[in-house]
């Protein structure tokens, strides 16, 4: 080994390896298995070899190695990974979520969202005068920036937010989360021309420093798209922002100062980072495109792009919602390094219930492990460089820009959500999604896979359910015509009774298209398994899975292991035994145990003689239970049974068949 304190005499005793000769080692390492269905990946909207080399930057318009600052960082930022920690305030209480606000900022947070839901009962509450005056109490304004959610109830707690500080400059970066053209395609908020009359009068008269104007991926996330899906239609909602406002008198300048951008990380740790540093890429393209067409001299790099990340709600589960905290884990990861302005983490429990004080202080640790101990900020743009994150940012972003182009082409995002072109591509999506995670070819752990066996939530979703209140001859009335400026809205707010009623104004239109869905894939194994919680309630005990291992050791074992993990999905009260020595002393058992089912766990060549007696000592016993095998039908084709359980079969379609033939009512399909 050399002995010299210099780098180059280390590197030179490891010679260069050359592509050929990596993946003539891989071959040799795979042996009869096809290179190609290994080492080439679905990223999520694109398809790519796993393998990358230095060769592969070569290519990449946005990469200069030798580049100083990184493309993508910003020269002037006061860390060089830097990040504000956004805590967000949704519990319906006022009190609790005045004590999360100021416990959030005593203990780390930077940010607050305020994130009301006038939909439901679930989010911060808008039933008085002042909610940004009754949440924040006698929080310093200055000290913390502030970020308001809600779709078209935002512009409200806005307009709340100026009369409550009367005028006094907010901290910068304060941002309204009112996408145009997301509430549209949600099937909220005003009509276009009003909602872009709206946006348009928060460009310029919001005070300086708010950033007023958003576009949120969020939307089409929550629908089910794929990240190029989520980065084409931010562009266009973009693009359809930027003629609407310009056409209203905005200036290019303006808008942009404005501009703010919501993107939701999925736990698809590489797909996220590079979804990130795509959209830094992508969007001073388009702004660029309006600036050459309006002659405007308005230049915008991908650091000016102001970036806020969110873990997504889609990926949460309600069953063993501990997992959360890891895939939370892994998307504010993606959205730091792929260099995220704001940074919200959700509570691990927000499916289950509104977050109290431990799931919000997990979700604000969370980010204040990755600066404080991960020393994640201590580097501008950490995935600089990687052969397979910049290969991928560049796959991201010209994928999603090809699709961006047919949308224009076609009329633009607006003209694409009337056609239900957009609708079309995403419920492809979405299925597609849906029945990956209800087949299990993409696992959810604890909800698809690896089931905790004694874990009940029907009592906790019925916990956390806002009592209905019914309406009264004093529910606010929607007659007023909806405000269409800031400084209207500003008085409506300041002479109404509440801010919901102004919120409501805002939100009376029925769409003219199909709004887009926000969905969670895991609800429909969820509510399978929240089914047999209720048979139970109902009956005074689940449905009883009796594991019948017998025969040779290791097939034994790891069939009783994959039907212990198959039955247990849908919440059946699984019985597991280490081995029976004969099918009687398992039947025995069985009926000792009062069995439903009772599953044949063994080898493909024992199980011709072990079926026939084990069914046969069963069906002595009244009521006789079902017998499954564990394998395939098409390797048994004479084994005895009343159904099959193996890796092919559909999970959700097997399990839902298992509840109707053991009594569990189930809905038809979707």
């Known amino acids: 080994m050399s002995t010299s304190s210099s780098l180059a005499p280390l590197f030179e005793e490891f010679p260069p390896v050359s592509t050929d000769e990596w993946y003539e080692k891989i071959r040799a390492d795979l042996g009869p298995r096809d290179l190609e269905d290994v080492l080439h990946w679905d990223t999520n909207g694109v398809s790519m070899p796993a393998l990358r080399r230095r060769e592969d930057l070569a290519g990449l318009a946005h990469v200069d190695p030798e580049a100083d600052p990184p493309p993508l960082s910003a020269p002037s930022a006061s860390a060089p990974n830097g990040w504000r920690v956004r805590q967000d305030i949704r519990h319906p209480d006022v009190d609790t979520a005045r004590r999360l606000a100021k416990t959030a900022v005593q203990r780390g947070a930077t940010d607050l969202g305020l994130v009301p839901d006038p939909a439901s009962a679930s989010g911060l509450p808008l039933s008085s005068p002042h909610p940004v005056a009754d949440v924040l109490g006698d929080l310093d304004l200055d000290s913390v920036r502030l970020h308001l959610e809600g779709g078209p109830a935002a512009p409200v707690l806005f307009a709340d937010l100026l009369n409550t500080v009367s005028d006094a400059p907010l901290p910068p970066d304060t941002t309204v989360a009112f996408d145009p053209v997301g509430t549209q395609a949600q099937g909220l908020g005003p009509p276009p021309a009003h909602a872009f009359d709206l946006a348009a009068t928060l460009a310029t008269s919001a005070p300086e420093g708010v950033r007023s104007l958003a576009v949120d991926t969020r939307v089409y996330h929550a629908a089910g798209g ?55 890429l992508l969007v001073p393209q388009v702004i660029d495109a309006y600036a050459q067409d309006r002659a405007a001299s308005v230049t915008v790099g991908p650091d000016d792009v102001f970036v806020q990340a969110e873990t997504s709600r889609r990926a949460e589960t309600v069953f063993d919602p501990y997992v959360n905290i890891l895939r939370s884990t892994t998307e504010a990861m993606a959205a730091v390094l792929g260099g995220c302005d704001v940074l919200s983490v959700r509570p691990y429990d927000a499916t289950l219930r509104p977050a109290e004080n431990f799931s919000s202080r997990i979700a604000r640790n969370t980010q204040l492990i990755l600066e404080h101990e991960s020393h994640f900020d201590a580097v501008a743009d950490p995935a600089a460089g990687s052969y397979y994150v910049e290969t991928l940012t560049d796959k991201l972003a010209r994928a999603a820009w090809s699709e961006f182009q047919s949308l224009e082409a076609d009329g633009g ?26 087949d299990r070819s993409e696992v959810v752990v604890g909800t698809n896979h690896y089931p905790n066996l004694k874990e009940t939530r029907l009592d906790d979703l019925d916990a956390s359910e806002p009592p209905t209140t019914p309406p009264t001859e004093d ?16 008085s409506a707010v300041a002479e109404a009774s509440t801010c919901a009623s ?9 769409a003219d298209h199909e709004p887009l869905p926000s969905i969670r894939p895991s609800e429909e194994l969820e509510a399978l398994r929240l089914r047999t919680e209720r048979h139970a309630q109902k009956e005074g005990r689940a449905p009883v899975v009796f594991l019948a291992p017998l025969g040779p050791t290791g097939p034994r074992s790891a069939r009783a292991t994959f039907a212990r993990n198959f039955f247990g999905v849908a919440g059946f009260d699984v019985r597991e035994h280490i081995r029976f020595d004969a099918p009687a002393d398992a039947a025995a058992s069985a009926q000792e145990a009062t069995a439903d089912v009772v599953v044949l766990c063994s080898g493909d060549q024992t199980y011709p003689d072990l079926a026939p007696p084990l069914r046969a000592a069963l069906q002595s016993h009244e009521p006789s239970p079902l017998l499954v095998v564990a394998g395939n039908p098409d390797a048994l084709p004479d084994v005895p049974a009343d159904a099959f359980i193996h890796r092919g079969s559909p999970l959700l379609d097997t399990l839902q068949q298992f509840q109707r033939r053991l009594g569990i009512a189930v809905p038809s399909a979707r």
Request: aromatic share 2%; charged share 20%.
């Open 226 to 280: 794929t990240a190029v899906h989520e980065l084409a239609y931010a562009l266009g909602a973009l693009s359809e922002a930027l003629a609407h406002l310009l056409d209203r008198g905005c200036s290019l300048s303006t808008i942009v100062s404005r501009l703010h951008v919501l993107v939701a990380v999925s736990p698809r740790y590489f797909v996220g980072l590079a979804k990130l540093r795509a959209l830094r």
């Open 413 to 438: 995002l607006l003209e694409g959500l009337q056609t239900d072109t957009v609708q079309s591509t995403l419920r492809q999506s979405r299925d597609r999604l849906q029945q990956h995670v209800n």
């Open 475 to 490: 529910a606010p009335s929607t007659s007023a015509p909806a405000p269409r400026s800031l400084s209207a809205l500003r």
């Open 502 to 510: 102004v919120a409501d104004q805002l939100q009376r239109t029925a």
